[in-house]
Nanobody
């Protein structure tokens, strides 16, 4: 069982930056691929980025590539999402999730990011 708690969301202006954190419980954090997803009002949840267990391999949605950076610190059981050059269309609830095999098994409660124009 893994519990995930996101933090770092807030209200910012377009062009600003934010760093989201996701702290995981348990001793097996390093076994999981970690991902960030987001859901805007009236829209389906969408993939943002993920990172391999070692942190070497990352993958991004086209909409955030070059602006967002995912990283992890396995010694702190934490995954991060550095978000730069934020746009109003980045406004959403952001969720972190943990994947052991083929699907994301554990999800956090989400943190709101609002970008004003």
């Amino acid at each position: 069982q893994v519990q995930l708690v996101e933090s770092g969301g807030g209200l910012v202006q377009a062009g600003d930056s934010l760093r989201l954190s996701c702290a995981a419980s348990g001793r097996t954090f390093g076994y999981y691929v970690m991902g960030w997803f987001r859901q805007a009002p009236g829209k389906e949840r969408e993939f943002v980025a993920d990172i391999s267990q070692s942190g070497i391999t990352t993958y991004y949605a086209d909409s955030v590539k070059g602006r967002f950076t995912i990283s992890r610190d396995n010694s702190k059981n934490t995954v991060y999402l550095e978000m730069n050059s934020l746009k109003p269309e980045d406004t959403a609830v952001y969720y972190c999730a943990a994947k052991r095999l083929n699907k994301y098994d554990y999800w956090g409660q989400g943190t709101q990011v609002t970008v004003s124009s």
